[in-house]
């Protein structure tokens, strides 16, 4: 298991295309408080396909499913229904030894690069544990040359004048470097990324953005790029599904979602973001939204949106939730009033 | 001295302000040197990496520096009087919240979960106008309050945003945006003349966060507020910020309008800005001057404009226990040359109060040849 898998490592274009990594459908994660009095749900039936070797943006305010998507998908969590299905192998029905083999395919990066890591480890164990724990090279000397194999991909070269450091002894931008080696460590077929830049300094946020993309190329991997932040999963992702309340509300190819969002949901997250340009300061911002997001152990009937919305009408409150429906080449949203809008 | 050009006298005047950290290691010169105007009813920004002495600059102005730190030197005049060398007591009272208040970092989620609303706002009265607050004969601080104090709770409430009632509610009961409304209230009713914003919608949503920016802007020009307002995004400061300072290890690198800072309609960035500087020395379109400032503005995302690229800066900013002896911006800088690692360079006007502290920028005949 130690060789790196060359089949997986480069992808042909044609195969590629269209092949689903990672598909999930109408996954549902609903959290019942002590007593049982409120029923969060959290995560709501959301359904979509990670492609080979694409990077996949789900973008949303706090409290609207993201992260619980992804703890979802790396089964830290156990859904309330629905289905993971990872290359082929539903992820109900593995058992212990596939359990662990799955664990080393659907690798995560957390949002804290401090919290993550073990401080009384040096980097060179930081980066042989997963080795260890899943029996990879017999011997310390073949362990090392994977974790400074690994410290190359991710540009901390020369790796021995970081191997003997602790985490506190590097930056923040280089923790998430060691975070990402870790990952890769294991040769992973997805990778969860759960606000991976978020709290490291602008200046330095684009290289690390730049270093996972262009490994992400390079290995033909697949990334679940979870953020707030509509601006990097520009830049970053392929394609972006926005969550709202425990839902995909669109989901597109990011300029298609961007440049020609659909759902007023998507048209108000856009509108809402600060550009870097001058002329502002002295107008106020219309937003096409009010009020604050409704919690989701009292999700609205209807069009869960419709509390919030400027166009709702009385059918959006009254008929079942829209459906995610495709408008062409792929782009999908859920908005029953789309076309009047 | 570079002076900033207007004829109205500013509210807020900062000349040479030092203020170092007296750490077992070393004293790290955290801002060494600072100057800088803020007009009234104006809105200055200060922006730049962590660890760049923007926060530091808003505890100096309160006269609260977080130990071991000291000013060393300089002055702050607020409306002509001088802040530096006041005792503990007369900032307390005549100063912080009825002359600077402040919206720190994460202090949404530092309010006292077990006050409501009011009794959190009858404790900053009580600290900061040293009356109880109380009606007479009653204990401060449960929930009863003279009526001066109620009337201006109240008002201040509802300027914010939030209905009266939220005056009877705990932190826990509010969400993010409202209890950041509650804070910005806190930081209103004793009606100061500047109030510093440190990062006060970083943790928010997107949408609340543009809120929160429309209700400052509003506040500003309704109550005739002049704000400091402190972050590390560039695209907020477009939102906000009527002039722009950069702040890199300690020292001003840039201080410029917002047109200046991020370019007028139609302006190209980075190349060739040294021509059309030349052509209009006061013109609006010039965009940033200073590297450090062009790199930042590069490496913020767009998400109208679809990049491919995202610039970023290599390295990290200079320990400020031994700082670099030349320009502190030399060791990261694209353009650096043998001029700037000899000499610091000093903040230059280049026209119409656009100060840079580089010697590029400046067209410095000695950096060409160097």
Request: glycine share 10%; hydrophobic share 40%.
């Amino acid at each position: 298991m130690s060789a790196p898998d060359t089949a997986r490592a480069a992808p042909s274009a044609a195969a590629s295309a269209d092949e689903a990594v990672l598909s999930v459908k109408d996954l549902r994660k609903e959290f019942v408080s002590k007593r049982g009095r409120a029923r969060v749900k959290a995560v709501d039936g959301v359904s979509f396909d990670l492609r080979r070797g694409e990077i996949l943006g789900l973008v949303g305010e706090s409290g609207c499913g993201k992260t619980t998507t992804g703890k979802l998908i790396m089964r830290l969590i156990e859904p309330s229904a629905g289905s993971i299905v990872v290359d082929g192998m539903d992820t109900a029905d593995l058992g212990r030894d596939e359990d662990f083999a799955y664990r080393r395919r659907v690798q995560m990066i957390f949002q804290d690069p401090y919290a993550s890591m073990n401080p009384h480890f040096k980097i060179k164990d930081v980066l042989e544990e997963p080795l260890l724990i899943h029996g990879i090279g017999s011997t310390r000397a073949e362990r090392m040359k994977l974790v400074e194999r690994a410290m190359e991909m991710v540009k901390m070269t020369p790796a021995s004048e970081y191997l003997d450091r602790h985490p506190h002894m590097l930056s923040g931008g280089q923790r998430q470097r060691i975070a990402t080696a870790r990952t890769l460590i294991l040769n992973p077929l997805i990778i969860v990324a759960d606000e991976p830049v978020s709290m490291i300094d602008l200046s330095t946020r684009a290289e690390i953005l730049h270093l996972m993309k262009s490994i992400q190329a390079q290995m033909g991997l697949s990334f679940v790029y979870i953020t707030h932040d509509i601006s990097t999963a520009r830049f970053f992702a392929d394609r972006i599904a926005v969550m709202y309340l425990g839902r995909i509300v669109e989901i597109g190819s990011q300029d298609e979602v961007i440049d020609h969002p659909v759902h007023p949901y998507t048209r108000a997250l856009i509108e809402a973001v600060c550009e870097p340009e001058s002329g502002r300061v002295d107008t106020i911002r219309k937003l096409e939204i009010t009020g604050e997001i409704p919690s989701a152990s009292d999700i609205p009937s209807g069009c869960r949106f419709r509390t919030r919305c400027l166009y709702a009408t009385e059918e959006c409150a009254t008929l079942p939730e829209p459906e995610l429906k495709d408008i062409g080449g792929g782009h999908m949203h859920a908005c029953r009033r789309w076309k009047e809008i | 001295m570079s002076e900033i050009r207007s004829d109205a006298a500013p509210v807020l005047r900062v000349r040479g302000l030092k203020l170092h950290y007296f750490t077992s290691k070393g004293v790290v010169r955290a801002l060494d040197g600072l100057d800088f105007d803020l007009m009234r009813g104006q809105t200055l920004g200060l922006v730049g990496e962590s660890g760049c002495g923007k926060t530091t600059t808003g505890a100096a102005l309160l006269g609260m520096p977080s130990p071991p730190g000291r000013i060393v030197a300089g002055s702050i005049l607020l409306d002509g009087r001088e802040l530096v060398g006041m005792s503990e007591r007369e900032l307390r009272r005549e100063v912080r919240w009825s002359g600077i208040s402040m919206v720190f970092q994460g202090a949404m989620n530092c309010l006292t979960p077990v006050y409501t609303v009011r009794a959190l706002m009858a404790e900053t009265w009580r600290e900061h106008r040293g009356e109880s607050g109380a009606p007479a004969g009653k204990t401060p601080g449960r929930g009863e309050a003279s009526a001066e104090l109620e009337a201006l709770m109240r008002k201040y409430v509802k300027l914010v945003g939030l209905p009266e009632t939220a005056l009877d509610r705990y932190p826990h009961e509010l969400s993010g945006g409202m209890k950041q409304r509650v804070v910005i209230a806190m930081a209103l009713f004793l009606e100061p003349e500047l109030v510093i914003m440190d990062e006060p919608t970083t943790a928010l949503d997107v949408i609340v966060q543009a809120q929160i920016l429309n209700l400052i802007k509003s506040l500003k020009k309704d109550l005739g507020l002049s704000y400091i307002f402190i972050t590390h995004d560039l695209a907020t400061e477009a939102e906000i910020a009527d002039r722009i300072m950069v702040m890199y290890a300690g020292k001003m690198a840039e201080l410029g309008s917002n047109e200046e800072i991020f370019g007028g309609a139609g302006t190209v960035r980075g190349k060739g800005r040294s021509d059309s500087r030349s052509e209009s020395p006061s013109g609006p379109l010039r965009g940033p001057l200073h590297p450090y400032t062009q790199k930042l503005l590069a490496s913020t995302p767009r998400l109208k404009k679809r990049v491919s690229e995202l610039a970023f800066i290599p390295g990290s900013p200079p320990d400020l226990i031994s700082p670099p002896p030349g320009c502190r911006f030399e060791p990261r800088c694209p353009y650096a040359k043998g001029k700037c690692r000899a000499s610091e360079p000093p903040v230059r006007d280049v026209g119409g109060g656009h100060l840079v502290a580089c010697w590029k920028a400046v067209e410095d005949p000695e950096y060409e040849r160097s």
